[in-house]
């Protein structure tokens, strides 16, 4: 018992613990008094713990704990479990606890979400779960879910709450505010009302604040706003968040071809989709699987970046066969191939500074052919103006270091060459792949780092070879 | 006149002229358009064109004319030219049109935005540029923008808008409604009201939808809830929204040291932050200034790139001193430089796929000391399993390449080395930069490269030494 006396004198008084430590992560602390509570099986200590957490807190606090304690925890809750917790883990986290419950619990659980919610649970569920979770559903709710599944992944169809408001625009403001006092059929939140006509197609939108400022008398025709950024359903998730961004949006209204009324999207869910193509960005130019989570196992983790390394294996390969041309001027002067990786190394840098920008500039439209030739034309400047900078500079470094300044302008010459190819290529090679069709964020890189490693190595060692050895 | 014609002729109707054609862009025929009016000096058609368009598109347009048309557009625009456009440029282009613009111009354009527009088109001017435009408000705006501009920089007070709407507990909700459609100095839109202590300390917040919900008699400290995300003023925006995109808030409530209530922070603002500070971890990760942008000089680009490119020429030349160290070894083995780059290639690449797992996880709160251990313990084996199939593969190649199997093991030893060091350093090179609160983006890609440069050359040269030539 001594271990456990240690454990309680440590932690002390539950209610005194901080959740969030300073730096943001669920403090040490709590988890370790959510470990002791799970360990001895304590529910009721663990709904004190864990039971009024906002979802988004119970959230990281089962990411928190060990993947045996975070099932544990799901259990021990029980009803008091909200499933819109589910929507904040991680995809594989989300898997693993959702395996473990019967059917008939997801369903209960989900009944109570927003429509929203649910579809995003349901949609990476193998297509038996979500078949047998569906049957358990009423079936109002079900019809809606599988109408909602039937959009293309990742479609605003797909993202949409498809409980709203809307009313005809002959209703006056206060027939409208009377509607909202006692209808029990509301969703939990919302921001806009809409305004259809007979055939539910969407006429106009009406501002809550509008609503407020507005005198009981007037139909809610006359202040309403034209709608001019309603969305397709079928309308891929990337482009609605361009929308909702460009023109600061905080809810939107979803139409089908016909121009009715489905659904709502709201800013909070696109803000989630901004975040995931931001990191798919990051993690593409990097060479990681765009799906990559911190929670993957290590079969996936070295599946997501074995095709990357594959593909620069392939590259390095070829730059190396590039040295292989040069090997007998090598031979004679090994001071070639000590210096050789610094100017590959400094056309790859220079080159996937302007590839990154050029990446990001395409995906948020500010690069397009207004201004493709003056950024062009400024990259391969910006290329040869830090070509020249650190040619001067590092012929010297190598003209004091091998005490031969030849091998100074050598380098430096070479030096120029590759970081004028790799502002260029840096530039032109994302270009051509958004041309193309191709996400400039996933090829970029390999190309880039193909031009600047194999121009790198033939200038200098070409160079080398026709000054030194030739004669 | 022929050209001109001709032009006419191309552009025909502008009623039926798209704004942005399919990718997003704004349409060449609509900038032709405009191009056309503006060289005509033709105010006429320049207002039928653009005085119409949502601010954010406006700021497209800018951005996509050449300079002095930018200039020319807002003088033809006027009176109609809406000075939020300013909020939607980039800062090259903002400062540039503002300089040529007179202070009193300003002031007026100004004084009718939103305070939080205002503060942001102020607080990058100089600052007696910045007091001229000042001196030109009425008190109560200047005084207004003035405790704004004196929170930190990137802080909430800076972001937030400090107009809102604020009723004392006691309110009926009908009192609150009647108040909202009699007084005429409510914010433009807004989302949540907020409920006061005489003292203007914060006691609670109402979302609109909640109120219009129940019934006018009950007392709004019935309906509020209490504000549990309340954002101190002066807190950085990073944090800020960290606790929008955490919780789902679409308005939350600013308050100063004392709780008092002294703004209101809207998400459409905080998606502008998520997105730059996502941007600027990839700019970051790419060795590029955080606050580049596609319109920067070539001088700004230059400068912005210089120092990273400086720092890796220091590890460049650090890696070709390691290269030195063995070249009486490279000297009787050519094969040796001919591969050496494949090692240091691909231990570098599996490195900065660690690498920025980890940045982006600890930017998001997904690393912490919960799971440290065991994503350390992953890396490493994730870096040994990719290593050892690479050394099969690359032990393959450079066996039937140089027909010498001892080259193939000798390759394949180095492999497994440097991917087992590249995964160890691209997990924890971030973890420690971070515990050194030093931005893990901003610094761990020399280090990881470095590392990987550095083992790979040791390894596999050396090991050549040892194997191949002591004997």
Redesign the interface.
């Known amino acids: 018992m001594a271990e456990t006396d240690s454990v309680d004198a440590a932690v002390a008084d539950p209610a005194e613990t901080v959740f969030r430590d300073e730096?943001?992560?669920?403090s040490?602390e709590f988890?370790g008094l959510v470990e002791t509570a799970l360990e001895a099986d304590d529910r009721e200590a663990t709904l004190e713990l864990a039971g009024d957490l906002?979802e988004?807190d119970l959230g990281?606090l089962i990411?928190?704990?060990h993947p045996e304690d975070q099932a544990n925890l799901v259990r021990l809750l029980g009803d008091a479990f909200d499933f819109a917790v589910l929507t904040e883990l991680?995809d594989s986290v989300r898997a693993r606890l959702l395996e473990e419950m019967p059917a008939g619990n997801v369903a209960e659980g989900i009944s109570e979400l927003d429509s929203d919610d649910a579809v995003y649970i349901l949609e990476d569920l193998p297509q038996e779960d979500q078949e047998a979770i569906l049957q358990e559903l009423k079936q109002s709710d079900r019809l809606q879910l599988r109408r909602a599944l039937d959009y293309p992944e990742e479609s605003a169809g797909r993202r949409m709450q498809s409980d709203f408001v809307a009313v005809p625009p002959f209703w006056t403001v206060g027939q409208t505010?009377d509607y909202?006092?006692e209808s029990d059929a509301?969703p939990d939140?919302?921001?806009q009302i809409y305004v259809i006509d007979p055939g539910f197609r969407l006429m106009g939108t009406v501002?809550?604040?509008k609503?407020?400022?507005?005198?009981r008398n007037e139909p809610v025709s006359g202040i309403m706003g034209e709608t001019?950024h309603a969305i397709k359903a079928t309308e891929d998730q990337e482009?609605v968040a361009?929308t909702?961004?460009?023109?600061?949006?905080?809810s939107a209204a979803v139409v089908d071809d016909s121009d009715r009324l489905v659904g709502v999207l709201?800013?909070?869910d696109?803000?989630?989709v901004?975040?995931a193509e931001?990191?798919e960005?990051?993690?593409a130019?990097?060479?990681?699987g765009g799906d990559?989570?911190?929670?993957d196992?290590?079969v996936e983790?070295?599946r997501g970046?074995?095709v990357?390394?594959?593909v620069?294996?392939g590259t390095?390969?070829l730059?190396?066969m590039v040295?292989?041309l040069f090997?007998a001027t090598?031979?004679q002067m090994?001071?070639l191939?000590?210096?050789?990786?610094?100017v590959?190394?400094?056309g790859g840098?220079?080159g996937?500074?302007t590839?990154?920008?050029a990446v990001?500039?395409l995906a948020t439209?500010?690069?397009?052919?207004?201004?493709t030739v003056r950024?062009i034309l400024?990259?391969t400047?910006?290329g040869l103006?830090?070509g020249v900078?650190?040619a001067v500079?590092?012929g010297l470094?190598a003209a004091f270091w091998f005490h031969n300044e030849q091998i100074g302008g050598l380098i430096a010459a070479a030096m120029i060459i590759n970081m004028l190819a790799a502002g260029m290529a840096g530039i032109l090679i994302p270009l051509a792949l958004d041309k193309l069709d191709i996400d400039p964020a996933v090829a970029s890189s390999v190309f880039v780092t193909t031009v600047t490693?194999v121009v790198g190595?033939f200038a200098f060692l070409g160079l080398a070879a026709w000054w030194f050895v030739l004669p």
């Open positions: 730096d943001g992560y669920v040490k988890v906002h988004a990281d990411e928190t704990l991680d505010i909202l006092r509301l939140d919302f921001y501002a809550l604040d609503l407020l400022r507005t005198k001019v482009e361009t909702f961004e460009r023109y600061n949006l905080i709201t800013v909070d696109i803000v989630d901004i975040q931001a990191e960005d990051i993690f130019l990097a060479g990681v990559a989570e911190i929670s196992s290590i983790t070295v970046r074995f990357w390394l594959l620069n294996l390095a390969v730059a190396s040295i292989g090997d090598i031979q090994v001071a191939a000590v210096l050789m990786p610094i590959a190394s400094m840098n220079a996937t500074q590839m990154t920008v990001r500039a439209r500010d690069l397009g052919s207004f201004n950024i400024r990259e400047a910006v103006i830090n900078l650190f500079l590092m470094i490693d190595f």
